[in-house]
């Protein structure tokens, strides 16, 4: 697995890149970045489960993506079309209060996009969440592989 100090992204599991260097993709519209205001979206099209696709985030200097305004919201639900995905995970869970999600700090969302009825917890077994195609939430369970972004702010 890469691994790469602050301010730079894994491109894959052997390749680092800086943060000028990724902005400078992000700029020239290299299909898995998505910028939107301070904030950039990167992914190298993997799926994994919510734990696993947090720590290859955080390890690269980033953090699993959390759209924290309708913008936001959009620009990473466009990048559904390049990954060919159904859902991609988000930056919260419930897993400490059922029913309360919060942010990967801990902190309540102050933004959020649900489906009608969601979130449902169904089966008793949804404490992560996904942005499905509709940039519409639905709470998943964690123990499945997504497709997931990372984020950045420069
Ligand atoms: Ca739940
Ligand atoms: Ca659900």
């Known amino acids: 697995m890469c691994k790469c100090a602050l301010l730079?992204?894994?491109?894959?599991?052997?390749?680092?890149?800086?943060?000028?260097?990724?902005?400078?993709?992000?700029?020239?519209?290299?299909?898995?970045?998505?910028?939107?205001?301070?904030?950039?979206?990167?992914?190298?099209?993997?799926?994994?489960?919510?734990?696993?696709?947090?720590?290859?985030?955080?390890?690269?200097g980033g953090s699993?993506?959390?759209?924290?305004?309708?913008?936001?919201n959009v620009a990473l639900s466009v990048m559904h079309a390049t990954l060919d995905s159904t859902y991609i995970l988000l930056g919260t869970t419930d897993r400490e209060t059922e029913g309360q999600f919060v942010d990967l700090n801990k902190k309540p969302l102050t933004f959020t996009s649900w489906m009608p009825n969601e979130p449902n917890n169904h089966h008793g077994n949804e404490d992560c969440v996904g942005i499905h195609t509709n940039a519409k939430w639905n709470d998943l369970p964690c123990d499945l592989d997504y497709h997931f972004v990372c984020e950045l702010t420069i």
């Open 8 to 60: 730079c992204l894994c491109i894959n599991t052997s390749l680092c890149i800086s943060v000028p260097f990724f902005k400078k993709l992000a700029t020239a519209g290299f299909p898995i970045f998505k910028t939107v205001g301070q904030k950039y979206y990167v992914s190298n099209g993997m799926k994994a489960k919510f734990d696993h696709a947090l720590k290859f985030c955080t390890d690269t």
């Open 64 to 72: 699993l993506a959390l759209p924290r305004s309708e913008a936001e």
